[in-house]
């Protein structure tokens, strides 16, 4: 069992089943998905001269009479149907799924007993988390859920200002009002001041109330689904991750329990700790109670311990002006992400009534017929001694994605069973590869091109030089099998 405590939980294993899905599926989607005017609008709603206000004024009305309380009332998910999804994720290589529990909006996808402004209560009258895991259950699919709540406090500061021009300048926003200010958080401590600059205001509150409650709902949380894991979209609460300093248990006392009581309870249920907790401090006293998060980014090279890369089809929430990436730039993320020890977790974006888009669709399609081929190369398999070799990289800078450009010597490396799986990057590649990481010791046995067969071969010490077959270009990275 886990003490609340740094020292305890730094003990902490990553279980096996995380190590071997490599791949999920993400429903990011809540209430905020109502205006498809995408991800933050509960904040930028409130705040005069933004895009997102702008549509609200003119699509729904002020937000001082039409407040983000209505938008939630008109979220239905009246098609939602998760077993329809939940199979097409499957055979799009997704094994294992995570559902959102509750965004910095406040709203929550489950019945509690802590917050009215809930799905079963209000909107979709449905239990979307509830329903999420029962289909997961179906597939054997490790289950868990994320709380952005931990922000929520300071995030929402937004709902209790007014105009500052115009026919409205002056009348506060409905985030004032008294008969809400459960839902909307009595926050004003938080609130800028003309000419401040919001976007300096803290990311975590120190609001100690506010602690408990985050708490309270976390272990309400875990009571009710059992999570396999649990993700902050914050650093480990409460502490900001500016003070790298002082890592004492007591600032960080909420959250070192919310976590010991994740895995007690699941040792209590499985008799052994099976369950992931994530969050996103890089500094590794922090993270070693759990797994390492990156949002819309990687690490440089091969972790020691799992972590995991996450990312989006488009924005975080569904907007009928995004653009999506491809199943490519997809895949790209993922093979990078496992060569280097990690696993890769996709949103796949859904509208306000449960379904998803045509390019959605054929974004799965395209990677169910990537991973019918190559699922091999990506399940149970464990880092190889490098992660690749070649010239190009992906690029770690803050939330930037861009598409690597792939040349010819670009090749990403995992290992299981004896054999080491090379990703050839350049996916219109030509008729020989070569590949240089291999030592003298290593002997080859044979090589497979994954969904051609066979291939000859040339072994010179360590560099292999390899006959590739001719394929119809699908622009999508194939597979080697080199069996030692």
């Not at 699509?59 to 149907?81: M, Q």
């Amino acid at each position: 069992m886990f003490e609340p405590t740094f020292e305890s939980l730094r003990t902490y294993k990553c279980p096996e089943w995380f190590r071997d899905v490599k791949f999920g599926i993400w429903s990011h989607w809540g209430p905020q998905s109502v205006p498809m005017c995408g991800d933050w609008y509960a904040r930028n709603m409130y705040i005069q001269g933004t895009d997102q206000y702008e549509y609200h004024l003119r699509t729904y009305g002020h937000p001082s009479k039409f407040g983000f309380k209505d938008i939630c009332a008109l979220w239905k998910a009246e098609k939602f149907d998760p077993d329809v999804l939940m199979e097409k994720y499957y055979k799009a290589g997704a094994r294992y799924f995570v559902a959102q529990a509750s965004h910095h909006d406040h709203f929550f996808n489950f019945k509690s007993k802590y917050n009215r402004m809930n799905s079963v209560e209000v909107g979709p009258h449905k239990d979307i988390c509830g329903l999420w895991k029962a289909a997961a259950k179906k597939y054997n699919m490790p289950f868990g859920m994320t709380e952005h709540l931990g922000a929520s406090f300071s995030w929402w500061r937004s709902n209790k200002g007014c105009d500052t021009y115009g026919p409205y300048a002056g009348v506060p926003y409905d985030g004032n009002d008294p008969a809400y200010r459960d839902f909307y958080h009595d926050n004003y401590e938080h609130v800028t001041k003309p000419g401040e600059d919001d976007s300096k205001c803290i990311w975590l509150t120190k609001n100690e109330k506010f602690h408990e409650y985050w708490l309270n709902v976390m272990k309400e949380i875990i009571d009710n689904y059992q999570p396999d894991l649990l993700y902050s979209d914050s650093w480990l609460p409460f502490e900001e991750e500016n003070n790298l300093e002082d890592k004492n248990d007591n600032l960080y006392r909420y959250g070192l329990e919310a976590v010991s009581y994740l895995y007690n309870t699941a040792e209590k249920l499985y008799g052994e700790n099976n369950a992931v907790y994530t969050q996103k401090h890089r500094d590794e006293r922090i993270y070693r109670v759990g797994v390492l998060d990156m949002e819309r980014s990687q690490l440089p090279d091969i972790s020691p311990v799992p972590w995991q890369s996450e990312t989006c089809i488009g924005g975080w929430f569904y907007d009928k002006k995004a653009h999506y990436k491809t199943p490519r730039h997809i895949i790209d993320i993922l093979i990078d992400s496992i060569a280097k020890n990690g696993t890769l977790l996709l949103n796949i974006l859904q509208r306000p009534d449960g379904t998803i888009d045509e390019q959605a669709e054929w974004i799965l399609d395209e990677l169910a017929k990537w991973f019918s081929v190559n699922n091999e190369a990506v399940y149970s398999t464990r880092p190889y001694r490098v992660s690749g070799e070649g010239h190009s990289h992906v690029i770690i800078e803050g939330f930037r994605e861009d598409q690597v450009d792939w040349q010819e010597d670009d090749f990403r490396f995992v290992q299981k069973d004896g054999c080491i799986y090379a990703f050839i990057m350049k996916g219109n590649h030509s008729k020989t590869a070569v590949i240089k990481s291999l030592t003298p010791e290593e002997k080859v046995q044979s090589i497979e091109y994954l969904g051609a067969g066979p291939v000859n071969y040339v072994q010179h010490a360590g560099v292999l030089v390899i006959d590739l077959p001719e394929r119809k270009d699908t622009g999508m990275p194939g597979v080697l099998k080199i069996k030692l």
